[in-house]
């Protein structure tokens, strides 16, 4: 059974978190520039509670797995700089991104959260790789929160339905480079 089966099961119904936001947490996890132990932040996918919400040990364990095959798979791809957005991520006529789009974004920030000290450390506030952070930061939050950032950029003068185009299309190599960098601070320190 693969992610998307187990957090589809009706008895895990709204106690995880949907498919693609966990995939952006995942992802958040797999480019910190220290690796954390999946103990240390497994929980916050079905919302920090200290109990999880599986009904057997044996579904905890797939699950697990599942998000241990998910990491796995992310990583190398970020160093190599191979990582491409889930088939279901895309740009939306009407909607500007799809829901999948804006889901891992949000898994993306929540996980940016927990891992925070890190970047601010290798990435201090006047760095020059902290440009680089800032940016990438600003282009997920644009992608999930798409609305309110058109409305800042036509408060501006600019017409930004182009600009979530480069974005989400420039993503990919973005987060790759800010892995690589991050990871290459860390060895550095």
Not at 46 to 52: F, L, T
Not at 140 to 148: G, K, R
Not at 165 to 186: D, H, S, Y
């Amino acid at each position: 059974m693969d992610l998307a089966e187990i957090i589809a099961q009706p008895e895990l119904e709204n106690r995880l978190l949907p498919y693609h936001q966990t995939l952006g947490f995942v992802t958040a996890m797999a480019a910190a520039p220290h690796v954390l132990d999946p103990s240390q932040w497994v929980a916050y996918l079905w919302g920090g509670d200290e109990s999880a919400p599986f009904t057997s040990g044996e579904q905890l364990e797939q699950y697990l797995e599942a998000i241990i095959t998910a990491w796995n798979a992310t990583r190398p791809a970020l160093f190599e700089g191979t990582w491409q957005w889930s088939i279901e991520c895309g740009l939306d006529e009407g909607e500007i991104v799809t829901e999948a789009t804006k889901l891992f974004c949000e898994g993306l920030l929540q996980g940016w959260g927990l891992t925070q000290d890190d970047w601010q450390t290798l990435m201090p506030e006047d760095s020059q790789d902290n440009a680089l952070l800032g940016g990438v930061i600003l282009s997920i939050s644009m992608l999930y929160d798409p609305e309110t950032s058109l409305e800042t950029l036509s408060e501006e003068g600019i017409n930004g339905l182009e600009q979530f185009a480069e974005i989400f299309n420039a993503m990919p190599a973005m987060l790759c480079g800010l892995t690589q960098r991050g990871v290459a601070l860390a060895e550095q320190a």
